[in-house]
């Protein structure tokens, strides 16, 4: 008598749907991604109920962190290095090509004042992120920090979109309102009065209870 | 394991016949690759942008314009104070009036309330004053009070000295 064979189904199975579908979420995810810009510094910002999204792009951010220091950041890379070289040349600092380039990587998020920056930008960026960065000097007496605003405000109206950017203020919850206050205070002295305050979000609570 | 047979020659004088190919290609490492780069650009995709809060600041006035002053009867003062206190009173202060002080919270049962039961007046205006020692938390938070009780007049004032001492006589 011959042994009973068991039936044999092959393992392998057709894997083309899937692979179709992989491919799909791929193509979607690699041409939706916009890379999380690197921050140079933690702000864990307060929570609102507001339900208005930060615009995708032409934003201008200011961070405020919990010890005070003011950090400038802008996510138009067009006009990241005119942004440079003019400020730049308002305190009498020249930057070196490369500079300019490592600049495009530094300027999402950014507080170090003027003179310091080359040296800021000499370093590559894994050791940027020990540095420990003053913020940018704003007030009275040393105001780079409006420089930054304004030209970067004045080279917006110039690109492509041709209207000043979005100022978004990434305030900590624990950063203290007169270092709030006066980096406002210093913006409407340039007829900026439109803010936009980065929050997380909350639910709703129903009013009228 | 790619499943490539080939026909073994083996027959003599057979006819020649022209290699069949199988058509099955083993696809794992192509799916492999493929979920590395699903997981890689799911991971790295920033999914949620912040929700912003608007906040339009009034416009400098110019040399010689008055700003028309606020009646007394229609304002409310906010007090932000440190430690996350919060006091408020009704009217203004100034030298000859000394308005009640008196304490609140952020919570549901607190300022809103208050602000709630202001709103029977349409003329109000909220004047929000913080405090130096007040945390951008709690500035974030009044401003957020204010849209949720649709107070639509609202003003973010400098706190003043007489503000100051009026929370510290109160001793809440």
């Known amino acids: 008598m011959p042994k009973v064979k068991p039936h044999r189904t ?28 690197e921050e140079a510094v933690v702000v864990d910002t307060p929570s609102s109920t507001s339900e208005i999204r930060l615009p995708e792009s032409h934003v201008i951010t200011i961070a405020v962190d919990k010890d005070k220091r003011v950090f400038f950041g802008v996510d ?8 440079l070289t003019q400020v730049g040349a308002k305190y ?46 704003a007030d009275s007496v040393n105001n780079q920090f409006i420089e930054w605003v304004q030209t970067a405000q004045a080279l917006s109206r110039k690109s492509a979109y041709g209207k000043p ?11 203290d309102v007169p270092t709030v206050k006066r980096v406002i205070k210093l913006m409407q002295d340039k007829n900026i009065n439109r803010f936009n305050l980065i929050t997380d979000l909350e639910t709703k609570p129903v009013a009228g209870k | 394991m790619a499943e490539i047979q080939q026909s073994g020659d ?18 794992t490492p192509m799916v492999d690759l493929a979920f590395l780069l699903l997981t890689f650009f799911m991971l790295t995709t920033t999914f ?29 003062t906010l007090l932000l104070g440190e430690n996350n206190k919060l006091y408020y009173y009704d009217g203004l202060l100034d030298g000859t009036t000394k308005p009640e002080l008196k304490l609140s919270n952020y919570g549901a049962d607190g300022i809103r309330k208050v602000l709630l039961q202001h709103k029977s007046n349409p003329q109000l205006v909220v004047l929000i004053k913080p405090d130096d020692k007040a945390a951008y938390k709690n ?8 849209n949720i009780t649709e107070t639509k007049k609202y003003a973010l004032v400098d706190i003043s000295k007489p503000d100051q001492e009026l929370i510290k006589s109160s001793g809440l």
């Open chain 1, 76 to 83: 138009d890379d067009a006009i990241k290095s005119d942004l």
């Open chain 1, 10 to 37: 092959s393992p392998s199975l057709d894997m083309t749907p899937m692979v179709d579908l992989a491919f799909l979420l791929v193509t979607f995810f690699m041409l939706t991604t916009k890379f999380a810009p």
């Open chain 2, 48 to 76: 949620s942008k912040p929700t912003v809060m608007e906040v339009a600041m009034p416009v400098k006035p110019k040399p010689g314009e008055e700003q028309p002053p606020i009646k007394a009867s229609n304002a409310l």
């Open chain 1, 165 to 175: 950017a979005y100022v978004a203020i990434k305030g900590d919850g624990n950063a």
């Open chain 1, 92 to 137: 009498g600092v020249s930057f070196t090509p490369s500079q300019i380039q490592a600049f495009k990587g530094v300027a999402s998020s950014f507080g170090t004042p003027i003179e310091q920056l080359p040296a800021l930008l000499n370093l590559d960026s894994e050791q940027r992120k020990n540095v420990k960065q003053t913020g940018i000097p």
């Open chain 2, 10 to 27: 083996s027959g003599k004088g057979g006819k020649k016949r022209a290699k069949k190919m199988s058509t099955k290609i083993d696809m």
């Open chain 2, 139 to 146: 500035m974030v938070d009044i401003l957020d009070e204010m």
